[in-house]
């Protein structure tokens, strides 16, 4: 008999967290350490706005279209929170 072996990713390795799904309204939370500078200045250009999961990408990251912004950022699960949408 012959034993098949995979090799895991790292992201089988984390604990898994409640998901966002396409089309889940939510906002940005600004989450940085300071050392991640660019981090922090690439969210702040999405506080208080609010958007829609667009697409979902592993390792638990989202392309998120920001209507006001008409624009989509990539976040990662950390730093977005769930939102009611206002029209």
Do not use: C
């Amino acid at each position: 008999m012959i034993a098949v072996v995979q090799q895991l990713t790292i992201f089988d390795a984390l604990p898994k967290k409640a998901a966002f799904v396409v089309g889940d309204t939510v906002e940005i939370v600004v989450n940085v350490e300071e050392k991640e500078v660019e981090d922090y200045y690439y969210l702040q250009d999405f506080v208080g706005l609010k958007g829609r999961v667009v697409k979902m990408i592993p390792g638990l990251q989202y392309e998120v279209q920001f209507k006001k912004k008409d624009r989509i950022g990539i976040l990662r699960h950390e730093e977005l929170k769930r939102s009611e949408w206002d029209e």
